[in-house]
């Protein structure tokens, strides 16, 4: 599928559309709640853990379909303020998982000129954790593709809190006034600051809900579920969600 869509776009210029995804209505901004990695495992018989590590190899596939689709941004919740009430067995394995990924991918995200990026809170992250990702960020800063934006000891409600309470501090050290507050300057003070909002927003294993991500910046945001779980995730069904987001109409308001 991938390899068929690459081919089309350096080959077919002239062509419109592979597998009904068209080229021009691509989502600049797609994130990702991947979910159900423990209820795969469990299908399986198979420890919590084995989900976690089979769902990592699906981020792989995912980010070059990102990349050779033209998106801009693909932001992936990889763990949330809450997900620290599991098991420290499991918790310590999910901090794991950025080294493990990097250590691996690492160059070939380099050389595919991904920009990796952070959001969450570096605070309660252990120092192997952040220095994988650091390392990641510095190696990848001039990098022009796709950005994949990692939501790491991410919570959205966080998120508006802190900003909420730097901007006060501007305002109360006289560099800002109550006036000047709108919403292009909330922006700035969230963790995406430069990023655009997302265009599209996926959740995998069936579960209808945001679980306190990026709340602010989903106000317009296209929403597709599925029950498929994230281990079983395909490029085929990322080109599903893009198809459907691309037969949505988007009226932000107006008719
Ligand atoms: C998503 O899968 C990964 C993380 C939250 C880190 P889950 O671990 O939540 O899997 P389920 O929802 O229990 O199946
Ligand atoms: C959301 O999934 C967080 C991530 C995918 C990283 P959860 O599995 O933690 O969400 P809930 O608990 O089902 O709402
Ligand atoms: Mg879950």
Known sequence: ???KFSNWISKNEQERKVEDVTIENVPKHVAIIMDGNGRWAKKRGLPRIAGHREGMSVINKIVKQANSL???????????TENWKRPKNEVDFLMRLPERYLSVELPKLIEENVKVRLMGSKDSLPAHTIAAVDNAIEKTKQNTGLVLNFALNYGSRDEIVLAVQNIAKEVSAGKLTADEINDTLVDQYLMT???RDPDLLIRTSGEIRLSNFMLWQLAYTEFWFTDVLWPDFT?????EAINVYQQRTRRYGGI
């Open 1 to 3: 599928m991938l390899e």
């Open 193 to 195: 600051n430069e990023l």
């Open 235 to 239: 490029e085929q069904h990322f080109l």
């Open 70 to 80: 033209g998106i801009e941004v693909l932001t992936l919740y990889a763990f949330s």
